[in-house]
């Protein structure tokens, strides 16, 4: 009967944790409890997310590859890592923004909030259309295939198509994806991630319909990108004209104070992007030109497989920032350290034993999936193991910095991890081959960033009041 109780104990807390509305948030407990819910269900609706995209590159990578070739897939892959490279052209303000949302939110103040969104979108939308403008006036003058060092006619007549789709559909999110940063502060990031689900599923669709009607490579990017643009729309819809039209838009609500702070609090996470940018999504840029855009297939399907591992870990942490965020602004500083130390034990324990698991397996893995298209070498799959864990540990860390709005130190590291990564990734790539792009992270990171920042970074920020970190 005790373990029976104990089943029913379990389920009813689960379902206390999955409840609409937490009523009571006037004490460190029921904040926590707040906190903790709202985690979870942003853990598990990003996991449907993240579980649907995964279930999409599963299905579409063998299509691709077969349907496109080596080298027009490898241009694909390149272009991809454009999104990543390119997450800073709002300036840094997205996370800046979500930064003073969950301050905002934890002092109760929604009129600072809706000032916050009127004065961003604003400026969101300036940076979009002088994107189209800049990209508009350059195209003509570029040569883009020889950007991507592809040969053949078909790719080389694709490139500068291929390209504008993917630039117009981008500068169309950087303003829809106000939204996203908004829920994020407010821990309801769950809301943006079964959007971005139903944005997946029907980009897959179109995928494989462009594939069937033997679209070329600029369709096959607008199916991908453009069906998660139409479900940011919808959510952006949905958000400020249903459930929170007290922060939609508004002249009335644009503030130069609070364009300003996004500024000044946008330009350290602008550098600490771009850092990032070079330092972690430069790898199919340099093997492309180094080795040739076949080259790229080879890395990137491997890292794909091993990037498994960072999503999932990413799923179990992104809810904390907004949650550090929240927490100590109000001061609740015991609860940031035990949900740290937690955090971080976790997320190495499971890369560790997943990264293990793909060593051992990923050339099986990829034999079943992609039959013999590729194969990695041994020294880029054990490099691409030892990255993800130590990948998961920056991760926790990361987490708690931002939400603490510890930037600076952050910044320092990371203009050091960034030049010294990008300098050994072209050395070791020409030297050793694709596995030298991994190698040249793993130094980088650990000497730069693991090593200063949890012995000076992360002591700082849980030691020092929350309010006095976010106005840093």
Request: hydrophobic content about 55%; charged content about 10%; proline content about 4%.
């Amino acid at each position: 009967m005790a373990g029976l109780s104990d089943v029913f104990s379990r389920c009813f807390g689960l379902v206390a944790l999955l409840r609409v509305e937490q009523p009571g948030l006037d004490s460190e407990r029921t904040r926590a409890q707040e906190r903790r819910r709202r985690a979870v269900l942003s853990s598990l609706a990003l996991a449907l997310a993240k579980g649907v995209a995964i279930g999409t590159v599963v299905i579409t990578i063998p299509l691709t590859l077969s349907y496109l070739g080596a080298e027009r897939y490898g241009m694909w892959m390149t272009i991809s890592s454009l999104i990543a490279m390119l997450s800073f052209a709002d300036l840094g303000m997205g996370n800046g923004l979500l930064n003073k949302v969950a301050y905002a939110h934890g002092k109760g103040d929604v009129a600072s909030m809706h000032r916050l969104v009127s004065s961003g979108f604003l400026m969101f939308s300036l940076i979009a259309l002088l994107i189209l403008l800049l990209f508009a006036v350059a195209y003509p003058w570029i040569t883009w295939s020889s950007i991507f060092n592809v040969q053949s006619t078909m790719a080389k007549s694709e490139a500068g198509p291929t390209l504008a789709v993917f630039v117009a559909l981008f500068a169309v999110n950087i303003p829809l994806g106000i939204v996203s940063r908004v829920q994020t502060g407010l821990q309801q990031s769950f809301k943006a991630s079964l959007w971005q689900c139903a944005g997946s599923l029907v980009g897959l669709t179109s995928m494989l319909a462009v594939i069937s009607l033997k679209g070329g490579l600029p369709w096959l990017v607008a199916a991908a990108l453009g069906a998660p643009t139409v479900a940011a729309l919808c959510n952006s819809m949905d958000f400020f004209l249903r459930a929170r039209p007290d922060l939609r838009p508004a002249r009335s609500g644009i503030s130069g104070h609070e364009m300003r702070e996004l500024m000044r609090t946008g330009v350290l996470f602008l550098v600490l992007q771009i850092v990032a940018a070079v330092a972690y999504s430069s790898d199919n840029i340099v093997i492309a030109h180094s080795l040739g855009a076949t080259a790229v297939t080879d890395y990137a399907v491997p890292e794909r497989l091993f990037g498994l591992i960072a999503m999932g870990i990413g799923i179990a942490l992104a809810p904390l920032w907004p949650a550090y965020g929240e927490a100590l602004s109000r001061g609740d500083l015991g609860w940031a350290r035990s949900v740290f130390t937690r955090s971080l034990t976790i997320a190495l324990a499971s890369a560790t034993v997943i990264s293990l698991f793909l060593l051992v397996f990923a050339p099986r893995i990829l034999t079943l999936w992609l039959g013999h298209a590729v194969d990695p070498p041994l020294l880029l799959l054990v490099g691409l193991g030892l990255w993800k864990i130590i990948e998961a540990g920056g991760n926790a860390m990361a987490m708690l910095l931002n939400g603490a709005n510890v930037i600076r130190a952050q910044l320092v590291s990371g203009v050091l991890t960034g030049a010294s990564a990008l300098a050994l990734k072209i050395l070791l790539v020409e030297r050793i081959g694709v596995a030298g792009a991994v190698w040249a992270s793993i130094i980088a990171f650990s000497v730069f960033s693991i090593v200063p920042l949890s012995v000076w970074a992360i002591p700082k920020a849980l030691r020092t009041e929350g309010e006095a970190k976010v106005h840093a």
